[in-house]
């Protein structure tokens, strides 16, 4: 049960599937200016269940070497954010998968996180998810504005998070909580799950009400496949940022990618 | 009007803590323990002597005849120049390291622009025998070669900085990120009054020791604790916040802070923030810094690598906001020419962050009796190759 009034297609789809569910990340503006429309629409061609958009930053501190270059390559493209809402515009003619953008506070303070919002939902796009915005100023400041809204919120967990800041992960989450696999910045190759069985098991056990997803060092389909059986599913991000950087026919590539991820 | 930091981490606007939740159980841990240990009697008693003995504390405040006369009015200069490793640095990386043994951490990392944060911390990871990363910009590992000499020398591991533009601001994402992957053991000491609460109140509580001794000081020089003046170079703004930390909340004391104007304020070469920034998030708190209107931070420029970051601590922010502190901004040129003046006049070659101090006496509205002190925050041997190479460039 969640805990808001929120009703869009996360809420939905969670609603409807509660097993293996994946979720792809990828970042707006890369690897050309005008990709970000082409790999939304190959990746819901793919069969992915949804899709999370990344907000370029020239310091994006929880990211390892993989996105920091995606984003790099997709600031030097020319990309903003006004520029992403503008290629987001009209996706609900075509894009029926639930859609959320994640970025870093600053470049969504520089909008206006106000007219961001209402931008955002005005599209069609479901939720959001700042990793460096404190929880507390969430609740204080923007809660309200995001439920009226009807845009999800999505915080982190990790490892080392406790148990009473899961409950209030939990209580303030309002569209999924994302399992950081392990102390890492993202696409942190000399990290994997080994060892990692006793903290998903706890988080299985938490019962919480939000559902979940794991991320963070995800890769193929044996970590897919193991993230799955601890959580409702689980995202992609490095991998696939490094297939698309290295593709030379976008549609074709991310199907066979997420074919990969989902039958190995 | 409180100038100190508030209950939730803020001065007035800024500060905060805004990190990604990987970070947020060790930066919890120091919020929650960072008072109660550095007020323990055991703790100030060993930080009070190592202070004194190794550091060589507490530094001269002298007395500037000939440059005073030079300005027709009295000048003292507080010397952090004459610390151990050079700089006013010391005096934090030794109470943070004795916060990091009591919090039990094994393990240090640092970044580092010019070097002087990453000596500074080397030096006290090798007098407490503990292993130490520190993160450069490749391009200042390039800059700054001595420096890194240095550090390996004292038994530091330095590692470049690859990403983004390969300097400061860089080297202190690429520190935060080492501390996301190792958060267990590890303990980051951030070098200026950036970053996340609690570090500009740790930091400038462990540089408020430059204001401590001025006072005292200043009493017996003058009879009054309180001069006219006190001024600062400020980058992240650590041995400002130190200089005007016990003078915050006495009125008749102005407080200049001086950015560095690089190559003019409005050349696109500067890195005078309060001229150029806007409010936004940079390193985990809210403060002010130089970005593009889409929210990109951008990168900064002086001939000085101390003062070469797009942000300012967030305690000068609300300095700058409420007009407690003015804030001058001084050019390559005019740094550079203060720091031959300086040493012309007085004998003491500056580090080029400290030049920057020196040189707003060019600009400020002095009166004879006015009482000044100038926060000499550094030496400049490690600018001797700057001093070298462009000093036709600068005093033709």
Redesign the interface.
Known sequence: MMSTNIDNKLTQLFATKKEGLLNIYFTAGYPQLEDTRTILKALQDAGVDMVEIGIP?????????II?GSN?VA?NNGI???KIVQQLQGIRDEIHIPVILMG????????GVEELVKDLSAIGIDGMIF????I??YKEKYQKLFEANNLSMV????P???AE?LKY?DETSSGFIYV?ST???TG?E??DLDGQKEYFERIKKAKFNNPTLIGFNIKDHASYSEACKYANGAIIGSAFIKMLGNSHLLEKDIKEFVSFVKQG | MNYQVDK?GFYGNFG???????L??NVEELRNRYLDIIQEESFKAEMDDLLRDYVGRPTPLYLAKRLSAKYNTTVYLKREDLCHTGAHKVNNTIGQILLAQRLGKTRIIAETGAGQHGVATATVCALMGMECTIYMGAVDIERQKPNVERMKMLGATVVPAN??SKTL??AT?EA??HW?????DMHYIIGSVVGPHPYPDLVARFQSVISEEMREQLIDKTGSPNPNYVIACVGGGSNAAGAFYHYLNEKDVNLIAVEAAGQGVYSGHSAATTFLG???????SKTLLM?T??????EPYSISAGLDYPGIGPMHANLFETGRAKFYSVTDAEAFQAAMLLSKLEGIIPALESAHAVAVLENLPVKKEDVIVINLSGRGDKDMMTYITRKDEFTK
């Open positions: 930053f020239s310091d994006p501190i929880a990211d390892g070497p920091q790099d600031l903003t954010l006004k870093y506070i600053n470049t969504a303070l520089q909008y990793p460096d915005l404190p507390d100023e915080f982190l967990v990790t080392q998070t406790s800041r992960v950081v102390a890492s910045t942190n000399a990290k | 939730k905060g803590a805004y990190i990604p939740e990987m947020v159980p990403s983004g601001k860089d994402n935060m990120r996301i992957n190792n958060p267990v806007k409010p936004g998030v940079i390193h985990g970005q209107e889409d929210g990109q931070i951008t």
